[in-house]
């Protein structure tokens, strides 16, 4: 993946929204998005509050209608009428943020690798997001702007995304490694997945990186370069190798993807997870997973 400008600090963002000669190719979008046992309204929020000039993208809307999984990637003149209606180009510079917890390091980066498999790379992360934005007191408005529809003309780059075929077939091959973004309880088979009927642990050989372990809680922003190769090599992950990202339904999964790509790193997602892969599996291709006949 490229790396244009891929993490922005609020001051940078501050200083672009401000300047309207370099605002006029800037698109912000807000892609907040809260699990469902959050009860939280993230489009209810926005229109509250936001960063001037941000429009609202929805991971929930811009998805797959047809997959029985949540927010899957949607097709790509879907993505690209979605997008478009935002007011996004080819040539437009797009800087996604989330109002999350845990400094928009969440569903931010699924915005972001959503623009990359669609072969936009000219779109960064807002490092620290929304909170640290509203930390560092830059104004926000309840005001949401008209923009002009735009064409934007998409490419899907295929080697960004993985199938559950790919990982089934991975099994055998080990031609990549797993990293699995969810938290350690539940990877290990040993705290509840938010979904009903899922089942808790993991894909045999994956390792684990909860997402929040690569934000500085202090700085409310991104670990240094040196941090983040810590931590990838702290779990046996060879950044030399192939790697793929997942997690519970294909949004922390791209926080990894993000981290490594800091690094330099190409980190495909698996799409539809550790929901897909529980429903499709069979118990042997689970690890960690306590099942019915067990208990």
Excluded at 151 to 169: A, F, G, M, Q, V
Excluded at 184 to 194: I, Q, S, Y
Excluded at 229 to 258: R, T
Excluded at 277 to 291: I, N, V
């Amino acid at each position: 993946m490229s790396r244009f400008q891929s993490l922005v600090s609020t001051k940078w963002l501050f200083e672009r929204i401000s300047n309207s000669n370099k605002a006029s190719k800037l698109r912000i979008l807000d892609s907040t998005f809260h699990l469902p046992k959050a009860k939280r309204d993230a489009f209810g929020e926005f229109k509250q509050k936001h960063i001037p000039g941000a429009q609202f993208f929805s991971i929930v809307d811009c998805c797959d209608p047809d997959s029985q999984y949540e927010h899957m990637l949607p097709k790509p003149q879907d993505f690209a009428k979605y997008v478009g209606e935002l007011g996004i180009s080819n040539d437009t510079h797009v800087v996604v943020y989330d109002a999350s917890d845990s400094y928009g390091f969440f569903s931010a980066q699924r915005a972001w690798w959503m623009f990359h498999v669609f072969g936009h790379e000219k779109v960064s992360v807002l490092n620290g997001g929304f909170k640290k934005w509203c930390e560092d007191e830059f104004p926000t408005t309840d005001i949401i702007e008209h923009v002009e529809k735009e064409t934007l003309i998409p490419k899907l780059r295929s080697e960004l995304l993985k199938r559950y075929e790919d990982i089934e077939n991975n099994l055998s091959t080990k031609a990549f490694q797993i990293i699995d973004a969810r938290g350690a309880d539940r990877f290990n088979g040993t705290g509840p997945e938010p979904r009903p009927g899922i089942k808790p642990g993991h894909i045999p050989s994956a390792k684990n990186i909860p997402y929040g372990s690569v934000v500085d809680k202090n700085k409310g922003t991104l670990k240094s370069p040196e941090e983040l190769k810590k931590i990838f090599h702290s779990v046996g992950v060879d950044l030399e190798q192939p790697l793929v990202a997942s997690c519970g339904s294909g949004v922390s999964a791209c926080v990894l993807s993000f981290a490594a790509s800091t690094l330099g790193k190409t980190v495909p997602v698996y799409d539809g997870a550790w929901v897909e892969w529980y429903l499709r599996s069979t118990p042997e291709q689970r690890a960690c997973c306590p099942e019915e006949d067990q208990e």
